[in-house]
Structure formats: structure tokens, C-alpha cells
């Protein structure tokens, strides 16, 4: 044994215990909020099964009592991972909870034997604990943000993000190209997520349309793990008070074949997958009865690319029939309204830059949409009346 083994002996030996206390790494952000659940999703540094406890928002401390622990689980099993998401159902609408996550680390599952190691969990203690409210079916106003093309510009969104009044914001929306590509879990969270997470993703929920960018990395097909949905798709409709959102996934911009993708892509088949949901999702009274129709999709159905011009073509005409009011998109990195054109979309487009941001409310009078800089000006305004 040479004098560099002996010392990297000693070394090993003399780590503290505390050393190797398993950590949350990214804090948890709420996902597919609706009316009677949500799902909360963290990360750690080491494989363990991960849960969640509820509290009701009764003014009693959080260790008044045992809370009610709710797993990640599938298919009858904890899941052993360092990514968590836990799916909580059954709760009442327009409720707010207090809410805890844990993970307790697993060391080995060796047959039928599992070794467990440290926990740990978000606080509760010297900070107040996270909390949500669940959506309430009739609420009469809805009030959210949309942002796009960030391009991993973690300034830029907290300029934007940093406006808003957040007890009075129900939602937001990330509408694609938040980061230049997904190459890594890390590089996923410090491009935008810790800092969406900082600023409200654990109170507020977040609502993704993928962008073209979002497909593009070694990581990005890990990207639906991060962000599920309702509808188990990227592509979702979802009612909020008095309007109906149609989440839509655009794809690429470019043909498939194109080289940039390196053979890895089937957008083309992907979209007409979606236009065939999205014909039958658009007969859904949850749209049908909503007096305002919002589609939001991070490319436009213009601009000449194959991917405009798919969208044009496949999702378009059902948007037309189905009587859509408004698209929200990105992906120019420009502000242009185009209202609607004969032949086109019936209904006006609004492409917000990648330095504005949407801050929309809609009650049963209007839907009104102010575009504001990382100022705070208001550079232009869009407003609707209800359909029915
Ligand atoms: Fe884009």
C-alpha cells in the first residue's frame, strides 16, 4: 500500500456522517393543476422514494399533527429515482393546502431487502410551508401571464415574472424556447426552472407549450418527465374561469429530414397525431362552453418555415371551425397582431417578443390582454369579447 492509497484511506474514513445527507437539489414546482388535483415535482442528489404531506390552510402549525403522506407511485410500487413527482387527487376545488415534500434516500434493494438512509424535506419550521389553491369550477375571472423565448435568459424572466401581483395571478404560461436546448437535468434548472421555481413555480402553477427548441438535446426526450401533464400529451385543453385554453405542441420548425435533427425527429407524423385529438378535444363542452377560446401554440401558423406551414394546415382549419378567438405564440422573437385573415386564421394572432410578456385577465365583460416590457410599459394592448 502506497502512501497516496494510505491517504486516500484515512480520507474515506474520516468523512463526517453528514457528508453523504441526501439533498434536494431543485425545489419542487407544481404541475397540472386543475379543480381536484395537482402534481408536484423535485429532484435530489441520490435515488430515493419521495412523498408529499398535506396540510389544510387552517392557521394550525404544520407539526400540530400527523399529515397525511401521499407517494410517488406506479404500478403498486414507491418509485426509486432522484426525480419525484407526486400526483395528488381527490382534493376539494378552490381549496388551499399546505404542502411538504420528503425523500428518504434508498441505499440497496437487494432481493427482498431494502435498506433506507437519511430523509429530508422541504421546511416548515422557520419559513412558512409551500402552499397551492386548487382551481374552482365557475369562478367567474382568471387572470395569468404568458412568456416565451427565454432562451435560458434567467434576467430577462425575472424582469418579466417579477411584475406581477402573484395573490392576484392564477397561472402562467411558458410558451416554448425557454432554454436553447435540454442537454442535462442541471443545465434544464439553472437555464430557467430554478428561477421559475424561486419566483412562484411552487404556488402558482405552470403551464408548458413546448417550443422547437425544447427538442432539441441529448435530454430533451426526458422533457415530458418534467413537466406531465393532465392528458398524459404535450399537447392539453384545460378550462380556467371563463376560458378554455388549447395547449398545443408545435414541433420543429424545420422538415424532418432536415440535418440539423440528425434523423431524430417525426414531427410531421406528430402533428397529425395531435390535429386528430385535437378535432375531438375541440367538441368537448369544456370548450364548447367556454366564453373565451385561447389557443396557445409557440410557433404561428406563418412565416413561410415547414413547421408554420404544418400547422397552417393541420390544426388551423378545426381552430376555424371550432370558432377559436385568439392564438398566443413566440417563436419570432418579435411582437406582430395580425388580426384574423380571410382564407388564414379566422381569428387574430398575437406573437409575443422574447423580451415582453402577456399579462392577461378575462371576467365575463372581456378578455384583456396588455403586451409590457421588462419595464413594466405597456407597448400593446388585445382585447376580446366572450363568444356566447
Ligand atoms: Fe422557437
Redesign the pocket.
Known sequence: MNKFTLTLLFFVVAIPAGWCQIQITHNPYLQALHDTGVTIVWTTDKDAIGWVELAPDDGTHFYKQERPKYFASSHGFKNVSTLHKVTLRGLTPGTTYRYRVYAQEVTSHIGTKVTYGNIVATRVYRQEPLAFTTSQPGQQQVSFAVI??IHGRNDVMKNLLGQLDWPTTDLVFFN??MADNLLTETQLFAHYMDTATALFASETPMYYAR???ETRGNFAFRFPDYFPTTSGHLYYLFRRGPVCFVVLD?GE?KPDSDIEYSGIVDMDAYRTQQAEWLEDALKQPEYRDAPYKVVIC??PPFGGWHGEEDIAAKFVPLLNAAGAQVMLS????RHIKREAEPGAHAFPVLVNSNNNMLRVTADNERLHIDVVDQAGKVVDTLTLQPSR
Not at 413566440?330 to 422573437?333: A, E, K, P, R, S
Open positions: 416565451n423565448d416554448g424556447d417550443g422547437n427548441h408545435c420548425d409557440h410557433m413566440g417563436h419570432l422573437h
